[in-house]
């Protein structure tokens, strides 16, 4: 018995987590920040969640032209990527192109979700399923 408490503790607590960074994500999203993903599927999932700002396919496009565009048209830019090794690569060259344009950019909500969710799930297209999943198992 003392394991499933534990264990609804640590999901509850995952939850809290979740949903304090899904909040940040519509705060970007809110200030005017482009969120980058990587392909449809990603910006569904984004919408799914109550993300109503710009998001950008990184798919569609080079990391270089991306990266110049998103800071030449956004005040900010959350690089949200998948946590598989091409979501890593995507991630680490928009990251210096952003750099180097200096642009503001966050990466820290991709690698805040990465550590939460990583065993569970593998990318961003799967993040909506998930919170809704939390949600029924420890949501109030």
Known sequence: MQDSREFRKKGTYDLEALEALIRA???A???GAVIIVEGMRDAKALRALGVEGPVIMASRRPALDLAEGAARSYSEVVILTDWDEKGDEIAYNLKRHLK?????FDVDIRGRLRS????EIKDVESLSRYVEKMRENYGS
């Not at 939460?116 to 065993?119: Q, T």
């Open 116 to 119: 939460l969710v990583k065993k």
């Open 100 to 104: 180097s344009t200096g642009a503001r």
């Open 29 to 31: 999203s809110d200030r």
């Open 25 to 27: 994500l519509k705060e």
